[in-house]
């Protein structure tokens, strides 16, 4: 039941980018496997990328796939989703899962 929190969503026209943050509320909690997933409205809700403990691997879903970038600071305990040319189809609320943990939920709307 460890809480974790996301940050840097907002709004960007299509072809623009932005950067979200997860970290778990108690940083000495680790993770070895962490992922970000994302839920448009009336959509279910799906995966986006994963990355292990190292950041040595990591795995996509074909639509993001050449655009978002996954990675991890091992140091910050933090995970970060790096999304470029971004698409109106890429709106939906954003979320951080580790393990059964999930954050609330963060809003990303990209404008045609």
Known sequence: QVQLVESGGGTVQAGGSLRLSCAPSEPITWFNVMSWYRQAPG????????ITTSGGTTG?????????????????????????????????????????????????????
């Open 43 to 50: 959509k279910e809700r799906e995966w986006v990328a994963t």
């Open 60 to 112: 996509y879903a074909d639509f993001v796939k050449g655009r978002f970038t996954i990675s991890r600071d091992v140091a910050k305990n933090t995970m970060t989703l790096q999304m470029n040319s971004l698409e109106f189809e890429d709106t939906g609320v954003y979320f951080c899962k580790a393990l059964k943990n999930w954050g609330q939920g963060i809003q990303v709307t990209v404008t045609a």
